[in-house]
C-alpha cells in the first residue's frame, strides 16, 4: 500500500496529540485522568517512531514502538496500583491530597 | 488515502481532546478508547499493519481492561463528576492550556516552515511486513528484547507490592 501522506503532516498530527496529553498532565487533578493523559502522550511518541519508521523504509520504528508499548504497560501496572493504594489510604483521588511524605 | 489519513487524524484529536476534558471517567476512558483505534487506523494507512495490530490488542485491549477494572475497583459515585467540574475551573485550566497551545502552535511553525525542504516534501514509504520487523526485533535489538523483559518483570513485582493489602500498618 502505497500512502502518499507528507511526514510534516504525521508528526504534526503527533505534536498535537503530545502536546494534549501534556495539558492533560497539567490541568487535571484527579490521578486517573493523569495516567490517561499519561497514555496519549506515550502514544503520540509512538506515532512520531511508526512516521519516522515508515520515511526511511525500516523497521526499526516499529521496533521502537513495540518497547515503548512495553513501557506503557509495565508504567500502566504501577501507576494503577499506585492509585489504588493511594484511594484506599487517603480516600480520594485528589492529587493535592498527597503531599505529605510520610511512610 | 490522503482524505482518510485526515478524517483519521480528525477523530484521534478530538477523541483525545473529550479525554483530557472529560468528567465522568468511564466516558473519558470510551474516548481513549476511540483514539487509540484511530491511532491503530492512522499506523495501518502509513504502512505499519503489525505496529496497527499490536495497538489495537495491547493498547486497546489489555492496558484498557486494566483500566477498567481499577475504575470499578474505586467506586466512584455521581458526586465525583460534580467535584471534577469544580475541580476543572477556568481559573485553573488557563494558564496551562495557553502556555501548551503556544508551544504547540511553535512547533507545527516549526515542522512546516524549517524543513519545508527536507521533510515537508518527502512521504512515506513503502509497508513494512511483521517479518521485517520481527527479524530485526531478534537480531539488531535483542538486548534490548532483554532489557524489555527485565523491565515488565520489575513492573510486575513493583505492582505486586505496591497493590497488596497491608494489614495493620500504615495510617
Redesign the interface.
Known amino acids: ?13 503527533a ?3 503530545f ?6 498532565v ?5 490521578v ?2 493523569m ?3 499519561l ?2 502522550v506515550l ?1 503520540s511518541a ?2 512520531a517512531f ?2 519516522a ?11 521502537f ?3 515503548i ?10 501507576g ?6 493511594m ?3 487517603f480516600g480520594t ?2 492529587m493535592d491530597a498527597v503531599r505529605e511524605m ?2 | ?2 482524505t482518510a ?2 478524517i483519521t ?1 480528525a477523530v ?2 478530538v477523541a ?2 473529550m ?2 476534558v ?1 468528567r465522568h ?1 468511564v466516558h ?2 470510551l474516548y ?1 478508547v476511540v ?2 483505534f484511530a ?1 491503530a487506523v ?2 495501518y ?4 499493519p ?2 496497527a495490530a ?2 489495537v490488542i ?2 486497546a485491549g ?2 484498557m481492561v ?2 477498567v477494572f ?2 470499578m ?2 467506586k466512584l459515585g455521581p458526586e ?1 463528576v460534580a467535584q ?1 467540574r469544580a ?2 475551573a477556568p481559573r ?2 488557563l494558564g ?2 495557553v502556555l ?2 503556544v ?2 502552535a511553535q ?2 511553525w516549526l ?2 516552515q524549517e ?2 525542504a527536507t ?10 511486513p511483521a517479518r ?2 520481527g ?3 531478534f537480531s ?2 535483542l538486548l ?1 528484547v532483554e532489557i ?1 523483559g527485565l ?2 518483570l ?3 513485582v ?3 507490592h ?2 497488596r ?1 497491608r494489614e495493620g500498618r ?2
Do not use: C, K
Open positions: 500500500m502505497m500512502a502518499a501522506v507528507p511526514i510534516a503532516h504525521v508528526l504534526t498530527v505534536a498535537v496529540l502536546v494534549l496529553g501534556v495539558t492533560g497539567l490541568i487535571r487533578r484527579n486517573v485522568f495516567l490517561m493523559s497514555e496519549v502514544n509512538g506515532l511508526i512516521a519508521g515508515q520515511h526511511w523504509g525500516q523497521p526499526d520504528g516499529q521496533v514502538f513495540i518497547l508499548l512495553t513501557l506503557a504497560a509495565a508504567e500502566v501496572s504501577v494503577l496500583a499506585l492509585i489504588l493504594q484511594f484506599r489510604r483521588l485528589d510520610r511512610g | 488515502m490522503l489519513f485526515y487524524s484521534a484529536i483525545t481532546v479525554v483530557v472529560g471517567a473519558a476512558l481513549l483514539s487509540l491511532v492512522l499506523f494507512l502509513l504502512g505499519a503489525f505496529a499490536l495497538e495491547i493498547y489489555a492496558i486494566l483500566f481499577v475504575i475497583m474505586l465525583t471534577e475541580w476543572l485553573t485550566w496551562p492550556a501548551s497551545a508551544l504547540l512547533w507545527v515542522l512546516g524543513s519545508s521533510i515537508a516534501a518527502s512521504e512515506i514509504g513503502r509497508t513494512i521485517e520487523v527479524v530485526s526485533l539488531q535489538y534490548l524489555a523491565m515488565l520489575a513492573a510486575l513493583g505492582a505486586f505496591i497493590g493489602r500504615g495510617s
